[in-house]
Structures are given as C-alpha cells and as structure tokens.
C-alpha cells in the first residue's frame, strides 16, 4: 500500500459517506422543497417548545418569589428618598 492509495481512500470515504447526503438532499430539493427542509423544520419546533418552556417556567418562578426586584450593585446605591430618611 503506497501514500498515493491511502489518500485515494480517504477521498472515496469523504465523497462516498460525508458528501453524498447532501448530494442527495439537493437532488431532493428539486423534486419537494418541504421535505428536503425537513431536519430544519424539525429543529425548529424543538426551538419553539423549548423556549416557551423555559418563558413559562420563569413566569412561574416570578410569580412564586416575592422578592425585591430593584436593580442595585451596593446598598449605597438606593433611591433618593432612602438617601433623605437615613440622614
């Protein structure tokens, strides 16, 4: 076996397994576009379920914590009104 055949091989193996479905998804796509996208459609609806599972989940998480939402790095960092009552 020489450098030349090993070569040869890896390229039969990238144009025979790697290449040719998609080869064949292109020929698809002439004869049914829907069913050529299918894997995207499929992908998708995974993305939509999910993303309004995880928005349902953090309603439901919002609503069961009751806790102060306001945006504050320090405690010095308060309102004005907090300011004006601690002096």
Known sequence: ??????FY???DIGEA???????KIRAFELENWWGANLVNWV???I???????????????NELNDEDREAKAHGFL????DLESKH
């Not at 397994?17 to 080869?23: E, G, K, R, S, V």
């Not at 308060?78 to 009104?81: C, E, K, L, T, V």
């Open 1 to 6: 076996m020489s450098w030349r055949d090993f």
């Open 9 to 11: 091989g890896i390229q």
């Open 17 to 23: 397994l790697l290449i040719d479905p998609f080869d």
């Open 43 to 45: 992908f998708l609806l």
């Open 47 to 61: 993305l939509i379920v999910a993303l309004t599972y995880w928005m349902l989940e953090i309603k439901k998480y």
């Open 78 to 81: 308060g309102n004005d009104s």
